[in-house]
């Protein structure tokens, strides 16, 4: 593997010494916008096959989920769980939902 600091890297363009440090903004960026509970575009969102729950994004950039067949398009505050990278289970019938990355 190639690090920073290996021997073998080469010496970074002018481009690349600028682009490195706004990479490494947007990364902090992410992940303080995910732990204020933002829903960052990373996966599809998620239906479930096995009920009507789905995952929607609220005008202020929230995950939300909501039955579909209701009336009231208002968060359940229920949470799709993750088990691993790809793999959700839904809170309601537990059925497996695997997510699109994008």
Known sequence: MVT???PERKKMS????KILPLA??????KKQAEAMGLFT???ELL???GCDLVEDVAFDGRLMTYH???EDYSDSGLRFER???TTFRCPVC???LKATML
């Open 24 to 29: 490494r903004e947007l990364v902090r960026v």
């Open 83 to 85: 088990l691993n990278n």
């Open 47 to 49: 239906e479930c096959s």
């Open 14 to 17: 002018a481009l690349e010494s």
């Open 68 to 70: 579909r067949k209701s």
């Open 4 to 6: 920073n600091r290996s």
């Open 41 to 43: 575009h990373h996966r």
């Open 94 to 96: 537990k059925t497996r």
